[in-house]
């Protein structure tokens, strides 16, 4: 078992990319996981608003569901029970309103991968959800 600080990013407070592995591997992800990745990016962020943005994600997650930061700017919530793929136009409509995208004009970028559609490992569910986020940047 992993500590805290091991499993938790320092600035925010939020579970970091070891503590993902550690769900993932917990939730034995295969053919019949119940799970959706959603990855977010959120560029050029000073530590008092990536404190602030990890706050309002949490209010976005549901009782089961991790909020993380993976990387300086990225940060991924994994929705398990997942969502149905009707629902995650008002999954992102929430994720931008508590980010502030509108209101404070910070640019930020999303992904999502389904399991066991997309991948069968968190590996495989992460790159997915970062090439969905890259085309959705070039599209926009």
């Known amino acids: 078992m992993h500590s805290y600080v091991e499993t938790h990013d320092e600035l925010t407070g939020l579970p970091n990319r070891r503590c993902v592995d550690d769900l993932a591997q917990a939730l034995h992800l295969d053919a019949h996981a119940d799970l959706v990745v959603v990855l977010i990016e959120l560029p050029c962020l000073s530590d008092a608003l990536r404190k602030a943005i990890a706050a309002r994600l949490r209010t976005c997650a549901r009782g089961d569901d991790m909020i993380a930061r993976v990387g300086d700017d990225r ?7 997942r969502i149905g793929a009707d629902e995650e136009s008002k999954l992102l409509a929430r994720l931008s309103t508590a980010i502030g995208v509108h209101v404070l004009g910070i640019t ?22 970062g090439t969905r986020m890259r ?3 070039v599209a926009h």
Do not use: K, S, V
């Open 75 to 81: 940060y991924a919530m994994l929705l398990t029970p």
């Open 108 to 129: 930020a970028a999303f992904g999502i991968a389904r399991c066991p559609e997309d991948g069968t490992n968190i590996e495989q569910l992460l790159a997915r959800a």
């Open 135 to 137: 085309e959705a940047a």
